[in-house]
């Protein structure tokens, strides 16, 4: 029995049917099903000990603030961060990036200063980075895309200057499947004194990810791609950076010390999380962290590699069908994009639907990628440790039915 096999009797979710069919779950870029440690830490969290952190100095308020304390040192455990404090929680990649932007960037980059980003970022890893350009009056730089989908690093020698403040890239892509390079780039990033932003929410749920290993400066990741709750994830930083850097949100639990004119800051991690945080959320994250570890990414990398490098051969069986993305199941995740002569994604998504078949339709939130494509849209199946050889094949199945719908019906549905 495959990994995929072994662990679907803990998701129940993935024992839904639709239109009486099991559901075939391959959308987990978007988000990720939960398994049943995870929804019982949750109604535990809510029916055992639900109380505010940091606060309180009663039992059921100790015994939130120590399970939430735990979960930060799980996670930096996880990362391989140096310290437990290295660990900010937000609420998913999206929140750390701009609370890297508004800090962070706000204190270092200024006028005529240069941000390097990639053109196959996800709207989170380029939104935050235009407010702050437009703020400061600094300039975004973009690696170009080849036409396989891997990053053209022969422009990386123009593109990196001693105006480089910042470089922050995604280590896997959300639509192409393509993990970058990031040690390298990082090193060349670091060679020229900037620093480095790593996007791990395509890879912290799918590879051992090591921050020491990646070398990286930021590591933003959302906890509800890796089986964990959504509203949870995090920042890892070094904590020199995180202590020179000026808060994010004002309000309760984030200062010292409160006078009418003026306030003074706690240590990191707590200077940047103002307010009472997403206690049951970020707890159960470190349950969802336990989880993968036990299962150990040796087994998920591998098993996923299996099945992407299945689905890669057999959707090229599906006439018409283009993948967007490297083809080959090298340095590649899976997340695989793929477009159909004379079928919309839409469409696609839609039948597929009929079928009990999750997969997205859309642009990802990578418009500037598709627009690299000339493509407006892509259809894209993305795995996770859950999914069998034989979904695989039911979306390839399904993908011929489609295909057969829109070439001989004059009316198509
Ligand atoms: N970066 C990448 C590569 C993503 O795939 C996503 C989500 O799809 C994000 C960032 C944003 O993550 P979140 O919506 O959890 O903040």
């Given at each position: 029995?495959?990994?995929?096999?072994?662990?679907?009797?803990?998701?129940?979710?993935?024992?839904?049917?639709?239109?009486?069919?099991?559901?075939?779950?391959?959308?987990?870029?978007?988000?990720?099903?939960?398994?049943?440690?995870?929804?019982?830490?949750?109604?535990?969290?809510?029916?055992?000990?639900?109380?505010?952190?940091?606060?309180?100095?009663?039992?059921?308020?100790?015994?939130?603030?120590?399970?939430?304390?735990?979960?930060?040192?799980?996670?930096?455990?996880?990362?391989?961060?140096?310290?437990?404090?290295?660990?900010?929680?937000?609420?998913?990649?999206?929140?750390?990036?701009?609370?890297?932007?508004?800090?962070?960037?706000?204190?270092?980059v200024g006028p005529g200063d240069e941000i390097v980003l990639t053109i196959m970022e996800h709207h989170s890893n380029i939104v935050p980075w235009q407010l702050l350009a437009a703020e400061k009056g600094a300039r975004l730089r973009y690696i170009p895309v080849t036409d396989e989908g891997r990053l053209d690093l022969s422009a990386l020698d123009g593109l990196l200057t001693e105006r480089t403040k910042l470089v922050s890239l995604t280590h896997q892509s959300n639509v192409l499947g393509t993990v970058n390079p990031v040690r390298l780039i990082a090193d060349r990033a670091h060679a020229m004194g900037a620093k480095v932003l790593v996007d791990g929410a395509q890879s912290v749920p799918h590879q051992a990810v090591n921050v020491q290993a990646l070398g990286v400066d930021?590591?933003?990741?959302?906890?509800?791609?890796?089986?964990g709750p959504t509203g949870s994830g995090g920042l890892w930083a070094r904590y020199d950076l995180l202590e020179a850097m000026p808060p994010y949100h004002g309000g309760g639990e984030m200062i010292m010390l409160v006078t009418l004119e003026r306030s003074t800051y706690k240590d990191p991690p707590h200077k940047f999380e103002a307010g009472t945080p997403n206690i049951a959320d970020s707890i159960v994250l470190g349950v969802a962290a336990d989880y993968l570890r036990g299962i150990g990414f040796?087994?998920?990398?591998?098993?996923?590699?299996?099945?992407?490098?299945?689905?890669?051969?057999?959707?090229?069986?599906?006439?018409?069908l283009t993948i967007v993305g490297p083809a080959e199941p090298v340095?590649?995740?899976?997340?695989?994009?793929?477009?159909?002569?004379?079928?919309?994604?839409?469409?696609?998504?839609?039948?597929?639907?009929?079928?009990?078949?999750?997969?997205?339709?859309?642009?990802?939130?990578?418009?500037?990628?598709?627009r690299r494509f000339n493509i407006a849209a892509t259809a894209r199946a993305s795995l996770h440790l859950y999914n069998t050889r034989e979904e695989i094949d039911a979306l390839v199945d399904g993908l011929h039915a489609v295909h057969r719908m829109f070439t001989r019906s004059p009316h198509p549905v």
């Amino acid at each position: 029995m495959n990994l995929g096999e072994r662990v679907r009797d803990d998701f129940p979710l993935l024992h839904r049917t639709i239109n009486g069919k099991r559901l075939v779950y391959l959308d987990s870029a978007a988000t990720s099903q939960k398994p049943r440690v995870v929804l019982d830490a949750l109604m535990e969290y809510y029916h055992d000990y639900n109380a505010n952190v940091h606060r309180g100095i009663y039992r059921i308020a100790e015994e939130a603030t120590a399970r939430y304390e735990e979960s930060r040192a799980k996670l930096a455990a996880f990362l391989g961060a140096a310290r437990r404090e290295e660990i900010v929680f937000t609420r998913g990649t999206t929140e750390a990036v701009n609370l890297v932007a508004a800090t962070w960037g706000r204190a270092n980059v200024g006028p005529g200063d240069e941000i390097v980003l990639t053109i196959m970022e996800h709207h989170s890893n380029i939104v935050p980075w235009q407010l702050l350009a437009a703020e400061k009056g600094a300039r975004l730089r973009y690696i170009p895309v080849t036409d396989e989908g891997r990053l053209d690093l022969s422009a990386l020698d123009g593109l990196l200057t001693e105006r480089t403040k910042l470089v922050s890239l995604t280590h896997q892509s959300n639509v192409l499947g393509t993990v970058n390079p990031v040690r390298l780039i990082a090193d060349r990033a670091h060679a020229m004194g900037a620093k480095v932003l790593v996007d791990g929410a395509q890879s912290v749920p799918h590879q051992a990810v090591n921050v020491q290993a990646l070398g990286v400066d930021f590591l933003a990741f959302s906890g509800h791609k890796m089986l964990g709750p959504t509203g949870s994830g995090g920042l890892w930083a070094r904590y020199d950076l995180l202590e020179a850097m000026p808060p994010y949100h004002g309000g309760g639990e984030m200062i010292m010390l409160v006078t009418l004119e003026r306030s003074t800051y706690k240590d990191p991690p707590h200077k940047f999380e103002a307010g009472t945080p997403n206690i049951a959320d970020s707890i159960v994250l470190g349950v969802a962290a336990d989880y993968l570890r036990g299962i150990g990414f040796d087994a998920i990398t591998a098993h996923e590699r299996d099945l992407t490098a299945y689905a890669l051969e057999r959707l090229r069986t599906v006439p018409g069908l283009t993948i967007v993305g490297p083809a080959e199941p090298v340095d590649r995740g899976g997340a695989i994009s793929f477009t159909m002569d004379v079928v919309h994604p839409h469409d696609i998504a839609q039948v597929l639907d009929q079928e009990a078949m999750a997969i997205r339709a859309g642009h990802h939130c990578a418009q500037p990628l598709h627009r690299r494509f000339n493509i407006a849209a892509t259809a894209r199946a993305s795995l996770h440790l859950y999914n069998t050889r034989e979904e695989i094949d039911a979306l390839v199945d399904g993908l011929h039915a489609v295909h057969r719908m829109f070439t001989r019906s004059p009316h198509p549905v």
